[in-house]
């Protein structure tokens, strides 16, 4: 056997758990205010920068800012949720699909503004260096953060699944009107999902300010796969969009290493087709 | 008509009589024109820090053509064009955003809209030719001296000129440096991975080596073509792992340099030799990576080193890190040329009107010590408009610093073969 499939298998499970972590963010967001938030990628270069400023100026390992990060991006989402989407959450479809995509313009360049479009690298992290096992090469951040994400997951669907505020979630992505008849302040689950949502991306972010370049837009090409993830998933299932991240991590890796590196992106998002027309809803969505 | 109209009549009209020479003059007086050219580069968007540098570039070599300089540079010397009455060049900035179908857009509307009589730029070769191909339909001259794809100048446009070297050029000099390398340094290299980005610029580079490696008699055992803002490239190196070469080619921009970097360290991939174009040279490449870029050599047309031969690269260096804080990288280096060509273009047509000013940009002869290049000028071939003058040199990082290292005659240090492994490295 090859050995170099051993090494993209494991590459695979590693970018895959990040881009799960990526899209269950923004699946919730969809799953519970059918809002499709195009800012998700610039919640993710936000958490990336924050990282990278505490790093910089208060030599804080991004491991440490993890819930610095996700507090921030927490108030933000909300924030962005209560001044700004829920305003248009009443009015008509086109202006909802709109708002979104305006603030992902605005945090780009907010951030080109103050920070300048240079790269930034994390240098020296905690977590460094390869453990060679093998013939795999494991990067150490990389695993890390892979794992991290996994756990993160697990977390959240165990609030989602165990605590009475994460059924209240469930509950109003399932059917809004009746989790109004039962009692549940749809407002406050809006604004709720919305920050836990820029949460879970503001983590992935930290994750990845470990080892990836961070820069004004390193949003895009991460946010439109989280797009095609959550789609593949289903939407609003946080199981499926976990699922979908992993398989579309194997996509690329190996499309990559077996095809042709330079369509690599082409495979994934041609999966994401074949899937939706044999399946519309999904792997796993309603 | 009484006393007092007449006396009216006489004294508006001896004020009038008066007056006459000053508003003659001020009416017929040509007051000192603006020229202005459009400069196109990628201000925002992925390569926004490449296009803030090249700006840079361009901007400096505008401040001294219009100021008075004591510099051996075209029209440094005095204030302005001055067979135009001391005219003064103005740069129109256009945003491309790094992407080919804005070139053309913006093109068309510095042109049509700001009314430039030239335009400059756009760094990234799939943005300068749809930009010039705009131009050229609007037959304003565009002066290149910033993109490398060899393409740019076989298209058989009458008003587009690159002083620059092209890419053919430098992926020339890499395989003449590979022979120099079995001569001089006894170094053989047998097999070679060629990696590069999937747009003009790339693809093109791409090309071209796979035609020298035939020609030079290399065998190629990868070739692998990428997005430049991927994700994750683990594929990519794997698949060069694999495939084992001598030596890495790798043609990118800097948001990929800096990504195969830390996977090729990651994923322990060690060729004898690493020689690459754009991206790592870029001055956002080193501050990014450190000393996991030592050892990467680097196609150039410009190293500060170069000022040991030639003062006038400090003395311009000098100029610009006073006034944006930083040494002048390659980039800024390249783009700061176009607007020397230029002017001293329409200085000598005498006027901005386009045909004219072909016409002078066809007769441009440039010597090489008024120019902070290695070349022996700047002088139009007549059929493709490439500056035939234009050469490159290889510079290789030590110590985090760009130095010189080919041809072995110009340069400053010795050139270290081969590619220190990575686990031997701190």
Known sequence: MDSGVLQQLVNSLLIGSVYSLVAIGLTLIWGVMNIINFAHGEFLMLGMFIAFWFYTLLHLDPLFSIPICAAVLFILGAAIYRFIVSKVMSGPLLAQLVVTFGVSIFLANLAVMLWTPDFRLIEKPLLSGTWSLGAVQLSIPKFAASLGSVLVSAGILLFLKKTKTGKAILAVEMNRESALLMGINTERINALSFGVGAALVGIAGAFLSMYYYIYPQVGGLFGLISFCIVALGGFGSIEGAFLAGILIGFVQTLGGYYFDPAYKYAIVFLVYLITVWIRPQGLLGW | ?426
Request: glycine share 8%; aromatic share 10%; charged share 20%.
């Open chain 2, 1 to 426: 008509m009484g006393n007092v109209t007449r006396r009216r009549f006489l004294i508006g009209g001896s004020a009038l009589a008066v007056s006459m020479p000053w508003l003659v003059s001020e009416t017929f007086a040509a007051p000192t024109k603006t020229i202005k050219i459009g400069g196109l580069y990628p201000l925002t968007g992925n390569l926004a820090s490449t296009g803030l540098d090249c700006k840079r570039g361009a901007e400096m070599a505008v401040e001294i053509i219009n100021g008075k300089y004591d510099l051996n540079l075209p029209l440094a010397k005095t204030e302005g064009l001055p067979n135009l009455g001391g005219a003064k060049i103005e740069v129109v900035w256009a945003d491309t955003k790094g992407e080919p179908k804005n070139g053309q857009a913006e093109a068309e509307r510095v042109v049509t809209q700001d009314g430039v009589v030239g335009v400059i730029g756009a760094y990234q070769s799939a943005v300068t030719k749809t930009a010039s191909q705009a131009t050229e339909r609007l037959r304003i001259p565009y002066v290149c001296s910033d993109s490398s794809s060899p393409t740019l100048t076989e298209r058989g446009l009458k008003y587009f000129f690159r002083v620059s070297p092209h890419d053919g050029i430098f992926a020339h000099d890499q395989f003449n440096f590979l022979k120099d390398l079995e001569k001089v340094k006894k170094q053989k290299v047998q097999t070679l991975g060629l990696l590069y980005e999937n747009t003009e610029f790339g693809s093109n580079v791409g090309k071209q080596e796979n035609k020298y490696a035939q020609e030079y008699g290399y065998q190629v055992v990868a070739d692998i073509s990428y997005t430049a803002n991927a994700t994750d490239v683990t594929s990519e190196v794997g698949r060069l792992t694999k495939a084992n070469p001598d030596v890495l080619m790798h043609a990118s921009y800097i948001t990929d340099a800096i990504l195969f970097t830390k996977t090729f360290k990651e994923m322990g991939f060690n060729p004898k030799g690493m020689l690459t174009m754009a991206g790592y040279i870029e001055p956002g490449y080193l501050p990014a990576v450190k000393a996991d870029g030592d050892y990467v050599i680097v196609r150039s047309t410009f190293a500060l080193d170069l000022a040991k031969s030639k003062p006038l690269v400090a003395k311009v260096n000098e100029l610009f890190k006073k006034k944006y804080g930083v040494d002048m990288s390659e980039n800024a280096a390249r783009s700061f040329t176009a607007p020397f060509v230029f002017a001293d273009a329409i200085n000598r047509a005498r006027t901005t009107e386009p045909e004219a000013v072909v016409k002078a940009l066809h007769e441009t002869n440039i010597p090489g010590d008024q120019v902070i290049y290695p070349w022996k000028g700047v002088r139009f071939d007549p059929q493709f408009n490439q500056n035939i003058y234009a050469t490159g040199t290889l510079v290789q990082v030590q110590n985090q610093q760009y130095a010189t290292v080919w041809p072995f005659e110009a340069a400053a240090k010795d050139v270290v073969w081969p590619f220190p492994a990575w686990k031997s490295r701190k």
